[in-house]
């Protein structure tokens, strides 16, 4: 009886082993190529920090019947993630017990953010026909430039909707180029009498 049961151990281990050493997750080719190439770049441990390393899991599977799982890794600048983050939380608006007004509709979505050359670029699907205020406007692109500026790599925002560089989001600020915080009040388009 001792004998069956140390056998049965003994199988269990093995094979336990045999997954942990031979299956588990698979890499992708390109994962350990990129991979490869930080490595080979030898990036100094200051330039890691501002990024943050990501695995993703992705199906590699051959066919739609076969499921394998495949992590890629990925590294994601941190400022740019932060960027979002802020974004997706203007959007949200403020605390529900905040006496504070939202900024943005509820169906506004980031389509995408980046952040190059002391610039975020933010990209929105946003309602071009929607009319607000110029002291609406002008609270959405400040709390919007104000909110992006604590990045450190933000100076400026360049804001565009559905990939189109537009005027304005409502006829009152031209926001046609890149802008600070500082120069909002210098963005007023002035309208005749």
Same mark, same amino acid.
């Given at each position: 009886?001792? &004998? !069956? #049961?140390?056998?049965?151990?003994?199988?269990? @281990? +093995?094979?336990?082993?045999? @997954?942990? @050493?031979? *299956? *588990? %997750?698979? &890499?992708?080719k390109n994962t350990v190529l990129n991979k490869e190439k930080i490595e080979k770049l030898n990036i100094e441990s200051k330039d890691k920090g501002d990024s943050i390393d990501i695995n993703l899991y992705f199906n590699g599977g051959k066919n739609e019947n076969d499921v394998k799982?495949? !992590?890629?890794?990925? /590294? #994601?600048?941190?400022?740019? +993630?932060? *960027?979002?983050? @802020?974004?997706?939380e203007?959007?949200?608006?403020?605390?529900?017990?905040? %006496?504070? &007004?939202?900024?943005?509709? !509820?169906?506004t979505r980031v389509l995408s953010f980046s952040i190059k050359d002391d610039i975020a670029y933010l990209n929105l699907s946003y309602?071009?026909?929607? &009319?607000? $205020?110029?002291?609406?406007e002008k609270a959405l692109l400040t709390c919007l430039s104000t909110? +992006?500026?604590? /990045?450190?790599?933000? *100076? !400026? /925002?360049? +804001? $565009?909707?559905?990939?189109q560089t537009i005027q304005s989001l409502g006829g009152n600020y031209d926001i046609s180029k890149p802008f600070s915080t500082q120069e909002i009040d210098s963005l007023k388009i002035a309208k005749g009498n």
């Open positions: 009886m001792k &004998k !069956k #049961v140390v056998i049965i151990c003994s199988v269990i @281990i +093995l094979i336990a082993a045999f @997954i942990v @050493i031979f *299956g *588990g %997750e698979k &890499k992708d799982i495949v !992590k890629e890794e990925r /590294l #994601v600048n941190r400022e740019e +993630l932060f *960027g979002e983050v @802020i974004v997706q203007l959007i949200k608006g403020p605390a529900v017990n905040s %006496e504070s &007004k939202p900024i943005f509709p !509820k169906d309602n071009k026909d929607l &009319k607000i $205020t110029a002291s609406e909110s +992006l500026s604590q /990045l450190e790599s933000v *100076g !400026k /925002l360049m +804001l $565009t909707v559905e990939n």
